[in-house]
């Protein structure tokens, strides 16, 4: 069987044209095909061919090529973390028991200490009860006469030992860092007014523990 060239020109227009729907097929007598968009002749024989839409052949539409991908922005630099502060050594605030006179401490426990009973005025006495009669006049001339000595019950009392203990409260942080802060003040003016090396040695090494310890304090 023959086919004509000018038949598969024919078919490809047939395919490409967007209003084509079928064509005709005709095979002659003698076996030659031809393809055509009208009725075969009479004395060929005829075959209707349907030819697909053109949305059928229309190529799968080609994703669009991604543009290359900016660079991710930059992350903002996380803030600098400030170290956190070392501990604050523990101060406390203690009183004297005996004149009731206030000092800072290291020590939240004082240990306790015996102290004449006379210090912490018991039993109380007046000057005419601590001396005899006429002895302003004998301490006039104090070569003349001993001064009186108390050898009465109530002296003997009051020359007894008694125990006492200081009483202590613990700093806050910023009671602890404005006591570090007049401590070091303190220090620095003694360390100026040093004249021997041994005792600028010794207050530098203070100054240098009092800085360290007020690592532990907010600027």
Known sequence: ??????????????????????????????????????????????????????????????????????????????????????????????????????????NGAPPPRLVPLGVLGYPPKTLSEAYAPGATNRMSAPEMSKTPVDTSARGSIGAGYVQVQDECVTLNPEQTCDVLHQQLDQTNDKLDHARFKDEQAKLGAEVADIESDLGGCPN
């Open 1 to 106: 069987m023959l086919i004509r060239p000018a038949c598969f020109a024919l078919l490809f227009a047939l395919c490409a044209s967007a209003h084509a729907r079928e064509v005709y097929k005709c095979t002659n007598a003698q076996g030659d095909v031809a393809f055509q968009d009208k009725p075969c002749a009479r004395d060929s024989k005829e075959l209707t061919v349907h030819i697909a839409e053109e949305s059928e052949y229309a190529p799968a539409p080609v994703a669009p090529v991604a543009e290359s991908a900016a660079p991710p922005p930059p992350q903002p630099t996380p803030a600098r973390l400030k170290p956190p502060l070392k501990p604050l050594p523990p101060l406390w605030a203690c009183m004297n028991a005996e004149d009731g006179t206030r000092y800072i401490s290291r």
